[in-house]
DNA sequence: ATTAGCACTCTCTATCAGTGAGTGCTAATA
DNA sequence: TATTAGCACTCACTGATAGAGAGTGCTAAT
């Protein structure tokens, strides 16, 4: 498919496309045949450039908002230039991520290592103020977190708190109800077996495996084992997935969104958020810079705008995925590098 | 000061004034002294009521956008209206607010007991949805609330996970760096201590003057002591205040904010939140609904908007405050129930 | 195959007149 | 004296019109 692309343009079309491209990128105006001759030294008049930009309208990379006036690209255009890009070095652009950046950064999110949400409001705040798009971070699927440990501790009558450690240092605590007689020896030998039964596995192990196999095995009817079951479940219940989001701000100074209805529907795609985290979940089952241009993207409210995404691992283990939103007209070789090399941060960072 | 307002005009003005403002709250064009007359029947002609216009005009409670247009009402106009509500019985208005409602409302808040995050998201985001105001809740302060008591628990390497729990169910972990040779057993001792020296102080107390005097006082060298200490205000440090904000898309459907600068303001106050935590520890001084009104607002960005708050309460002690921020236009006889009502709603869920 | 030339198209801006809602003022009225 | 009818005036808004400017497609020449 891709190839196909490749074939049915002859390199000078291929370079009058990035032209065009780079240009509306620059300044959101429909570009003309004229412009682009002025910038770039092709060689040929405005005539020759205007048959070749027709072509292209032909074949649906470009369009023109109306007669006579400039061209514009089509998503197929970005398409073809985004992944004409990866192809090439297109180091040179983005300015902003220099070697020194990286550093800071990378220091700077070391800080938080102890706080994994701090960092990631730190990763979102920076990547959208950077890059003037909203940007997203989907934190580790809970499920595919190890369990490390787990301790009750009573509260004040009825009440308890458990307290869930995971190796990725994701923790969660939650106040439950409970047994108003239950003492705090007793809740430490429920610990105590939750801890010897589960450690070491994933939440989605034990919540699909070891739990059912606890409730169907032998000691079915003892009060300890049903307690501690019954804890655990009340403890990881109604654990919805929620994202880190940063930028509306900055996205409303891109002239693409000088009118309120976009900046509406994206917040609309925001406020609703369990679409773009259904997107973002499916994104995250590949590895490396992802970019998702305008119509290719399945959520109503986010179609006419672009998303790049990078995963972020531990070691070789995804763990979750780093989105900016912006307009089409996005400057993806920018984005992409600060999407990639941010999540390359985010992975070294959980790394050491 | 209220009372010479209330003097200097006479009756008729006055229900003029109010007619005006209610107006342009229902619809937000230029209210004419024709339109007057027509809806409400004052029993004076459209020159009367001109006459009464242009001497609330030159009182500073009208004015008028151009010659020759209706009068729009002032920050001064509204904050006479808003005065003058909270006289008469304002009953009527809010049609959202049934008893059903406030019931029913108040069952899903007590889902939420054990999760006070979530509690808090609830109220805004239902706020929001009915008042299309950006609406946001100002948790307790830290310091205010209660020591109930900490646990230490060891984790991997020299890490070891705070837990600090106080009486008022809000919950904080932290996973603190350490010693690594320190054992779970030494860990139970500083937390042991800790609860000792603690328990039933708020944080603000301890911070401010148990924390000195246990290094002061004799055992000063004592090494578990200064351990604990160490640990108690590694756990505590950093520890800024957030907001809970939701709304953001809501407001976008009033008309007063069809051009996008106005939203990039509100979007930077919002962004840049430690004015408003200011502003809001500040009216949260103050018992009741609060209403600040256009350029009354200390805050660049909220200038030309308006704030409705009411304080929470847990009994008699303040814990934080519920706001809606909209545009001065906004529907006051319906916010201030509405905030009202929902930071009843919230204080009872914290009696039981 | 490329290009110069030219007629054409379409947006954008400015100008202008007409409309309508509303005002302020004055003189008449209760 | 307070109220009102009448009237001239103001100003935003709308729609029509014209001119400028940028860009195109097509054709014929190179």
Redesign the pocket.
């Known amino acids: 498919m891709e190839k196909d692309i490749f074939d049915i343009l002859d390199d000078r079309s291929r370079r009058v496309l990035n032209a065009v491209v780079c240009c509306y990128i620059d300044k959101p105006d429909?570009v003309?045949?004229?412009?682009v001759t002025r910038k770039y030294s092709f060689?040929?008049?405005?005539?020759?450039i205007?048959?070749i930009?027709?072509d292209l309208?032909e074949m649906g990379f470009l369009r023109?908002?109306?007669?006579?006036?400039?061209?514009v690209p089509t998503d197929k255009g970005y398409r073809f230039y985004v992944d004409s890009l990866s192809g090439a070095g297109e180091a040179g652009r983005a300015p902003e991520v220099t070697p020194e950046f990286v550093e800071r950064f990378s220091r700077r999110l070391d800080a938080f290592r102890n706080d994994v949400s701090a960092m990631y409001s730190e990763v979102t705040t920076t990547l959208s103020t950077l890059s003037n798009c909203v940007s997203i971070v989907l934190p580790p699927k809970a499920g595919n977190t190890t369990f490390n440990r787990i301790d009750l501790i009573k509260y004040r009558g009825d009440q308890i708190v458990a307290l869930l450690i995971t190796d990725e240092g994701i923790i969660r605590n939650k106040v439950l109800q409970s047994d108003p007689m239950i003492t705090q020896d007793d809740l430490n030998r429920l610990a105590g077996f939750l801890n010897a039964e589960f450690s070491g596995h994933t939440l989605d192990e034990i919540s699909q495996q070891l739990l059912s196999r606890l409730k169907r095995e032998k000691y079915q009817w003892d009060k300890l084992v049903s307690r501690a079951v019954s804890i655990y479940e009340q403890a990881m219940s109604a654990s919805q997935e929620d994202i880190f989001v940063a930028g509306l701000y900055d996205v409303m100074s891109m002239p693409d969104f000088s009118d309120l209805s976009r900046i509406k529907e994206l917040s609309k795609a925001i406020k609703e958020k369990h679409e773009i985290i259904k997107l973002l979940a499916e994104l995250s089952k590949v590895d490396g810079v992802q970019v998702v241009i305008g119509n290719e993207n399945p959520i109503e409210g986010l179609k006419g705008l672009s998303v790049v995404t990078s995963v972020y691992k531990e070691g070789e283990r995804p763990m979750g995925i780093i989105a900016l939103i912006g307009p089409t007209r996005m400057d993806y070789s920018k984005t992409i590098i600060m999407v990639d090399t941010i999540a390359k941060c985010v992975s070294r960072t959980f790394d050491d």
């Open positions: 429909p003309g045949s004229r412009f060689g040929f008049s405005p005539a020759t205007r048959n930009m027709s309208e023109q908002p109306h007669t006579s006036a400039g061209r």
